[in-house]
């Protein structure tokens, strides 16, 4: 039986990860560490393995090898459920909230407070809003239909929901896709907040690296399906990251041109 690594520190490892459907591999050898309280970015071209890593982190996908160290403890997350039991949460693109549901309401979704035999409506704004305040989240009104606010308002939102039930580790996949820059400045503001009370370590992927540049202090750049760039923010810079990834596409089109050649 293989034994775990002595726990240095870092609240997250993974070790050897690979993933493959079919004939077809999506991470080969992905390697990466996340210190608590660390807010780490992952970038990489499209299709480079970014959101595969992330489902397998939270319990969505269960990954062909490797293993993924929790705290120093080796684990197997059964379902996403298991996985947020163990601290792991994630908000995608698609954020989960109903529309027509009040920004209380979504915050609560699934885990509604009750006075039976009815919701305690009273107890869910309050709480809601109290949370909201402790984090920076400013909302006009509480009980306003999500519906009514902005994409970087209801992203706030579904962040928000996801740290009220105190994670150890949040992974944000594209929380700034098709943003302006005050919507995208909620969300940034948001995670800087929660880089500053360092309660929770944070995986974020971005594809504009200034962003990733001003709230990250650490990036990693997964190529091929593994990561091959892995610096602190002050030893890069947003234009290192794109030549990069640029140099990863003309070598990709280059291959796919040769192969296609012969």
């Known amino acids: 039986m293989t034994e775990a690594p002595e726990f240095n520190g870092d609240i997250l490892q993974v070790e050897h990860i690979s993933k493959n459907y079919g004939v077809v591999t999506a991470l080969t050898d992905v390697n990466l560490r996340l210190a608590k309280g660390e807010v780490l970015g992952l970038i990489g071209d499209n299709g480079a393995g970014k959101s595969t890593l992330l489902k397998i982190l939270c319990g969505f996908q269960q990954p062909s090898s490797g293993r993924i160290v929790l705290e120093g403890q080796d684990v197997r997350f059964k379902s996403v459920d298991h996985a947020r039991s163990l601290g792991i949460d994630a908000v995608y693109q698609d954020l989960a909230l109903i529309p027509q549901l009040t920004v209380a309401q979504n915050m609560f979704l699934n ?21 909201l305040n402790e984090i920076g989240v400013r909302i006009g009104d509480i009980n306003a239909p999500v519906a009514r606010l902005s994409g970087g308002q209801r992203q706030a939102i579904a962040v928000a929901r996801s740290v009220f039930s105190n994670p150890k580790i949040l992974l944000l996949d594209e929380p700034l896709a098709a943003m302006g820059v005050k919507e995208g400045a909620i969300i940034l503001d948001l995670i800087t907040q929660l880089k500053h009370e360092g309660n929770v370590s944070i995986i974020i992927i971005a594809h504009n690296y200034g962003q990733v540049m001003e709230v990250c202090d650490r990036v990693n750049m997964i190529q091929g399906g593994k990561i091959t760039l892995d610096k602190y923010s002050s030893e890069t810079s947003a234009q290192e990251l794109t030549d990069l990834v640029v140099a990863e596409y003309r070598k990709a089109l280059e291959e796919r041109h040769r192969a296609t050649a012969s």
């Open 111 to 131: 885990r509604e407070k009750i006075s039976w035999p009815l919701l305690n409506i009273r107890a869910m704004r309050r709480e809601a809003q109290e949370h």
